[in-house]
């Protein structure tokens, strides 16, 4: 450790006087500081008191003041609230006081202490549908108050007039009473009770029967004024905008439905009634103004109703539609009435003419006119191969010179190659087949034999331009001698469907022509060892047979055969096995063949041929294990005789 410094005694005295010094002089200016301080806080504190004393003493004279005033002595400022709820209408039954359907309105406020304080409601239109006179109606629904009855009253005066004129109480509603218009005003009250108090009622508003109610939304102002002690304040007016839509019947829908409406194009110069589609049309295109097909538009809207109105824009490729002068590629065109037909005409444009038509809501399937030229080529074919007296023997279709079919447009006539064997030349065949989409030909048989027939352009060789390949027809007038039946297939899968094929034959063992057989089997027809399906075509348990050729396939009768014959379609038996055809001529066909007989198809069974395919691969296996082992004694003799 460091020893204490050690201080003379001289020194030390020296130090203590002026510490002393020091701290005397200290002593008295910071004496004099905090009694400087303390008087000044304890003269700040008495000021700062008075003033204290003073405010509450004017606060309390301010509240002594302002209780001297009546208390609520006028409608409170922003106690007035109007509640709105949109209501709903429709044409046909709007006008009646209905709390469904009707808009709502409820207006409250907090009446002061005096007597004649009270609020005015009314309702104006601030818009409404073009055309449309209705005005609002009030029906008091219900008075609603928390401290006093409240009453509502109708005045038709002026608003402060209104006051004074049912200050005495008159004219009160009750609830579910008719209110005034849009004209009047309806005063809401509490009894004219002397006691402040909340006032309060609800409306139904609708629209008033009669007056030119349209389809729509009306918008409607509720107008509610305060008046304090029965002196209307300019200051307290509120105000609230509400809503009624009015909705058309559905049956009045102006709006077209696509599955009610329709358009329908028939040939010729007028829409034939009855009409259920489309007829194919063709026609020369040589410009004119003649009509040659007309499209019926028929617009209905959702309820089927023929009230649907909207425009109808109709186009086409080649050629002209429209109605009355007003026809082109491409028109648009009002719908007034109940249909709209649209003329189509040829402007000299060849080809297919497509035809769109569509309205705002609905397009319709496009459509479609064949505007021909000059006959370029025609082709027939055989329809049936054999006829009797009578029947339809080839068929034809003409094409203009861009490959254009003249479909309906066709003129054919038919030119048999021997008149004593077919007489017709220059017959005229049929009418288009829209089916078929040929021109069938009728052709007279006279004997037995052959003919080629011809189809040309005209009804004389001479006049005509353009003529088809001949096609052989044969004329029969045998009789019925035998019959044969057979199967579109050999073979079948299980519930595949499959047609069992019946002709009937002459005594040359040739097909006889269409015709009907009513007992070519015995009555229980063509039986089978197996269940059959379903029948698409036919029933083989009938005696009845008729046979007809069948050029083209159909869902029904899917063999295209120009020999006459019955087609029996049906879907196969489900499990495999050997299908047989069991049946007897009947009294039909001569005692000869008159007979039984089968015939058979297989129905595969794919157990029975995966087995069959294992059983092979089994055999196929076993030989080449024979082979193999063959094999290998035939090396190891060689190895033995190479090592010897």
């Not at 055309?131 to 029906?139: E, F, I, N, W």
């Not at 509120?238 to 009610?260: C, E, G, L, Q």
């Not at 037995?448 to 052989?472: K, M, Q, Y």
């Not at 040359?508 to 029948?535: E, H, Q």
Request: hydrophobic share 40%; aromatic share 6%.
């Amino acid at each position: 450790m460091t020893p204490e410094k050690q201080v003379s005694p001289a020194i030390r005295i020296l130090r203590g006087e002026r510490d002393a010094s020091a701290r005397a002089t200290h002593l008295e200016a910071a004496t004099r500081k905090f009694l400087v301080t303390t008087n000044e806080r304890k003269y700040m504190s008495t000021k700062t008191n008075f003033k204290r004393i003073a405010l509450v003493a004017v606060a309390a004279l301010g509240l002594g003041v302002l209780s001297s005033v009546p208390t609520n002595a006028a409608i409170t400022t922003g106690s007035i609230i109007i509640t709105t709820v949109d209501g709903t209408g429709s044409v046909s039954t709007v006008g009646n006081s209905d709390s469904r359907t009707a808009a709502s309105l409820t207006v409250s406020a907090l009446k002061g202490a005096v007597a004649r304080d009270s609020v005015t409601v009314s309702v104006i239109v601030k818009s409404r549908p073009t055309g449309s006179t209705a005005v609002p109606h009030l029906l008091l629904k219900d008075t609603l108050t928390s401290t006093a009855a409240t009453s509502a009253r109708a005045t038709s005066d002026s608003r402060t007039g209104q006051v004074r004129a049912t200050a005495d109480g008159t004219g009160v509603l009750a609830p579910n009473d008719t209110a005034v218009g849009s004209t009047g005003v309806v005063v809401v009250d509490s009894n004219y009770a002397t006691t402040a108090a909340y006032t309060a009622a609800t409306f139904l508003v609708y629209l008033e029967s009669g007056s030119g109610i349209l389809a729509g939304t009306y918008t409607f102002t509720a107008i509610v004024n305060a008046f304090d002690n029965g002196a209307e304040n300019a200051t307290k007016v509120t105000t609230k905008d509400f809503s009624i839509v009015v909705t058309a019947p559905a049956a009045d829908s102006k709006v077209a439905n696509s599955a009610n409406s329709t358009a329908i194009m028939s040939q010729g110069a007028s829409w034939v009634a009855g009409t259920l589609s489309d007829s194919t049309v063709a026609v020369s295109a040589t410009a004119s103004t003649d009509v040659a097909a007309v499209v019926r538009v028929i617009l209905k809207n959702a309820s089927g109703s023929t009230a649907a109105k909207e425009s109808v824009t109709a186009t086409i490729s080649a050629g002209t539609i429209g109605n009355g002068s007003n026809k082109g590629r491409s028109v648009v065109l009002a719908y007034s009435s109940t249909s709209l037909d649209l003329e189509i005409s040829p402007d000299g444009t060849s080809g297919t003419a497509v035809i769109t038509i569509s309205t705002p809501s609905v397009k319709f399937a496009n459509k479609s006119v064949t505007f021909y030229g000059t006959g370029a080529k025609i082709t027939a074919g055989s329809y049936s191969s054999v006829i009797g007296a009578s029947g339809i023997g080839v068929w034809g279709t003409e094409f203009d010179s861009l490959g254009n079919d003249l479909a309906g447009g066709t003129d054919l006539y038919a030119f048999s190659s021997d008149t004593t064997v077919i007489s017709s030349y220059g017959a005229a065949c049929g009418a288009y087949d829209t089916t078929l989409k040929v021109v069938p030909c009728t052709l007279t048989g006279v004997k037995a034999g052959t003919a080629n027939i011809t189809l040309r352009d005209a009804s004389t060789v001479a006049a005509s331009t353009i003529s088809s390949a001949a096609i052989p027809v044969r004329v029969s007038f045998g009789v019925a001698t035998s019959y044969k039946v057979t199967t579109s297939a050999a073979s079948y899968a299980p519930g595949q469907p499959g047609v069992i094929l019946v002709s009937v034959l002459d005594a040359d063992g040739k097909v006889m022509p269409a015709g009907t057989y009513s007992n070519l089997f015995t009555s229980t027809g063509i039986s089978t060892n197996m269940t059959m399906g379903t029948a698409i075509n036919g029933t083989l348990s009938s005696a009845s047979v008729t046979t007809a050729s069948n050029p083209v396939a159909s869902a029904t009768k899917p063999v295209v055969t120009t020999d006459p014959v019955m087609q029996y379609y049906y879907y196969m038996p489900t499990t495999g096995g050997t299908l047989t055809f069991s049946y007897k001529g009947g009294s039909s066909v001569p005692a000869a063949a008159q007979v039984s007989g089968t015939t058979s198809a297989t129905i595969t069974d794919n157990a029975a041929a995966a087995l069959a395919a294992v059983t092979a691969l089994a055999t196929t296996v076993a030989s080449l294990k024979t082979l193999i082992t063959t094999l290998t004694n035939l090396v190891l003799k060689i190895q033995k005789k190479v090592k010897a």
